[in-house]
């Protein structure tokens, strides 16, 4: 017969449903980051189970960041959860309209990823002390004194007024 399946056919024609953006908070991500987060899409798809709609339709460079276009809403949630948790940071997620179709409405979505301007074993000075970030949490991260033993955990709108003293 000459049939194509519907996974082809939507790959074929350019089709998507979710939109991932990967950005920094408060910096440009450098092509070393941009590289490791995109690495991150091919680990969850080897270790996830095969599903035809799990394809990628484009993927370009932005400012500021890179932008991924997949087929499958899942997929990208799965990703921004699988990026929180090797990372940190936060997620945004927005849903447009784009039609009805029997009488349901179709929608697509965007996923907005932002990295945190700082990695585990870095110290950042907040509120006039300095502190390494020692651990992610889901609302922000756990920060350890440098000068004491003291650790606190910190939320990420908090964390928007820190500095990067070391790497």
């Known amino acids: 017969s000459n049939a194509v399946c519907p996974a082809c056919t939507r790959r074929a024609g350019a089709y998507f449903e979710a939109t991932m953006q990967l ?4 910096r440009r991500l450098s092509d070393e980051e941009l590289k490791s987060l995109r690495g991150t899409l091919d680990e969850l798809l080897d270790e996830a189970e095969s599903d035809p709609m799990f394809f990628i339709t484009s993927e ?10 997949m087929g499958s809403k899942s997929l990208s949630r799965s990703w921004g959860r699988f990026l929180i948790k090797r990372f940190g ?10 039609g009805h179709k029997d009488g349901v409405d179709v929608t697509r979505l965007t996923l907005l990823y932002r990295k945190p301007a700082f990695d585990i074993g870095d110290v950042i000075r907040l509120r006039n002390t300095d ?4 651990k992610w ?7 350890a004194s440098i000068t004491r033993r003291e650790r606190t955990g910190v939320t990420w709108r908090d964390l928007e007024k820190s500095n990067v003293l070391s790497r």
């Open 137 to 143: 949490q889901k609302d922000g991260a756990i920060l």
């Open 131 to 134: 502190w390494l970030v020692a």
């Open 23 to 26: 950005r920094s908070a408060g």
């Open 60 to 69: 370009s460079a932005v400012t500021g960041g890179w932008d991924v276009v």
């Open 89 to 98: 940071g936060s997620t945004k997620e927005t849903n447009t309209v784009v």
